[in-house]
């Protein structure tokens, strides 16, 4: 009995737990870059400090990891100069919130007022001398290794410069966590060094890795388990009547 009322117990809520992973996942399914997250869970016993433990006969479930999937999206055409995205395995450096740094696959970049590169989130973007800042009247190009050049729209217009170049990094997909602000950073709190072989492709944005139709089915079929251990407990609670009418019968 009690091994069956714990199993079911716990196993209904992470069940609630996965499916609000699989919700926010559905939720980003049209967010440049995003990755989906996935709940693990597993099965441990309960552990007692008393004198006589007794049997091993109570468990319950866990929420044992958070697995990212890290499948690149689908890149989409925009045109736009300063929409990147990274062709193959990479990511962006952007400076966080925080003052740390923490990576990226959303390359859908805008320039604030004063002209620093920044994401739709409004974190600058970092350059291999920290943020990139794009003086006025100029026409910008990205290169393939994230260098950022200019060109004046007035006065010699053939005269290219370079202003900067986006730090490109491809550390251990081990070693990076997700924080809650969505962007990814080293487990170690470190700050990844620049990967030369990483390239970005200027005009373009990465999709979501999201197979909504892939997510569904795993929300349908989380609701049907969700339902099948609210029946369990409800056969325990009918088992322990019946067992009680039994026993108050002699």
Same mark, same amino acid.
Request: charged share 20%.
């Given at each position: 009995?009690?091994?069956? #009322?714990?199993?079911?117990? $716990? ?57 990212? &999937?890290? $499948? ?19 990511? #962006? ?38 943020? #990139? ?61 620049? &990967?030369?072989?990483?390239? #970005? ?35 325990? &609670?009918?088992? &322990? ?10």
């Amino acid at each position: 009995m009690d091994r069956l #009322i714990y199993t079911a117990m $716990t196993g209904a809520s992470q069940t609630l737990s996965r499916q609000a992973a699989v919700a926010h996942n559905l939720a980003n399914v049209s967010t440049a870059g995003y990755r989906a997250e996935e709940h693990r869970l597993r099965a441990v016993q309960v552990q007692s400090n008393a004198a006589q433990p007794g049997l091993p006969t109570r468990a319950f479930a866990v929420d044992a990891s958070t697995h990212n &999937d890290f $499948t690149p999206g689908p890149q989409i055409y925009t045109g736009r100069a300063f929409d990147m995205a990274l062709q193959g395995p990479g990511w #962006i450096a952007v400076q966080a919130a925080d003052g740390s740094e923490a990576y990226t696959r959303n390359g859908s970049f805008e320039l604030n007022v004063n002209g620093i590169v920044q994401t739709r989130n409004g974190l600058p973007v970092q350059g291999d001398g920290g943020p #990139i800042s794009i003086p006025p009247e100029v026409k910008v190009s990205v290169g393939v290794d994230g260098t950022v050049s200019v060109i004046p729209e007035s006065g010699a217009q053939n005269t290219v410069n370079v202003i900067g170049r986006i730090k490109l990094v491809n550390p251990p997909e081990a070693d990076l966590v997700r924080g809650e602000d969505g962007l990814f950073r080293l487990r170690d709190g470190s700050a990844a060094p620049v &990967d030369e072989r990483a390239r #970005i492709a200027s005009g373009y944005t990465e999709g979501s890795n999201v197979n909504a139709a892939e997510q569904m089915v795993t929300m349908i079929s989380l609701a049907r388990q969700f339902e099948m251990q609210m029946k369990m407990l409800s056969t325990a &609670d009918a088992n &322990d009547r019946a067992a009680a009418q039994i026993l108050s019968a002699r």
